[in-house]
């Protein structure tokens, strides 16, 4: 069964610090272009950052969006068939459901990535 499971999702007061992990399962996870998105409810889904797919361990293309740019990092470690993300000066608009997503196209920003799978979600709660 593919599948995509994420994990790392935590309550954290705002400035703090989060690392999110996705695992796939059932396929190699370095063939996909990957992306974190994040969904508030009743709000649209979020594209976050992607990293662009190679079968080695890099060289990658990353894309972020303006509001996380120089606090996430997006990486991934495809000998683990792992997707991460560093989370950094959390502020409260970064609370959300944050899903792990496959793209079989050679995307390389959010703006045209099109994933086929996606995880459950893991949430990020940052309260004071």
């Known amino acids: 069964q593919l599948q995509l499971v994420e994990s790392g999702g935590d309550s954290v007061r705002p400035g703090g610090s989060l690392k999110l992990s996705c695992t796939a399962h059932g396929f190699t996870l370095g063939c996909y272009a990957m992306a974190w998105f994040r969904q508030v409810p009743g709000k649209e889904r979020e594209g976050v950052a992607c990293?662009?797919?190679?079968?080695?361990?890099?060289?990658?293309?990353?894309d972020d969006a303006a509001s996380v740019k120089g606090r996430f990092t997006i990486s991934r470690d495809n000998s683990e068939n792992a997707l991460y993300l560093e989370m950094n000066g959390l502020n409260h608009e970064d609370t959300a459901i944050y899903f792990c997503?496959?793209?079989?196209?050679?995307?390389?920003?959010?703006?045209?990535?099109?994933?086929?799978?996606w995880g459950q979600g893991t949430p990020v709660n940052v309260s004071s």
């Open positions: 997503a496959a793209d079989p196209q050679p995307s390389r920003s959010l703006a045209t990535i099109t994933p086929f799978w």
């Open positions: 990293i662009s797919s190679s079968l080695s361990n890099g060289p990658w293309e990353t």
